[in-house]
């Protein structure tokens, strides 16, 4: 199994990023996928979730109305539109994927917000 983020990157506020995963090494359209995030000091926090048919998202309510889950089957790939950008959205961003009772983590990927 492997996962790995791409995307981040330093924008201003009011900004906006899509971040990338893409996923191999296992059945991809089977697993819900999910966003967390590692701001420095802080734990890490999930940000959004989808489910493996794309259908239903959850959201961190600190995101609602301004980050979008999204995934394509046929790219083994879940991404994360990031919208309205706020300083304390400033984290390291990590996919992660739960297979077989066995938690799997991307590297992550480094989002900054400052101007």
């Known amino acids: 199994v492997q996962l790995v983020e791409s995307g981040g990157g330093l924008v201003q506020p009011g900004g906006s990023l899509r971040l990338s995963c893409a996923a191999s090494g296992f059945t991809f359209s089977n697993y819900h996928m999910t966003w967390y995030r590692q701001a420095p000091g802080k734990d890490r926090e999930l940000v959004a979730l989808i489910d493996s048919g794309g259908i239903t998202t959850t959201y961190a309510d600190s995101v609602k109305g301004r980050f979008t889950i999204s995934r394509d089957n046929a790219k083994n790939t879940v991404y994360l539109q990031m919208n309205s950008l706020k300083p304390e959205d400033t984290a390291v961003y990590f996919c992660?994927?739960?297979?077989?009772?066995?938690?799997?983590w991307g590297q992550g990927t480094q989002v900054t917000v400052s101007s």
């Open positions: 992660y994927a739960r297979i077989f009772l066995r938690n799997y």
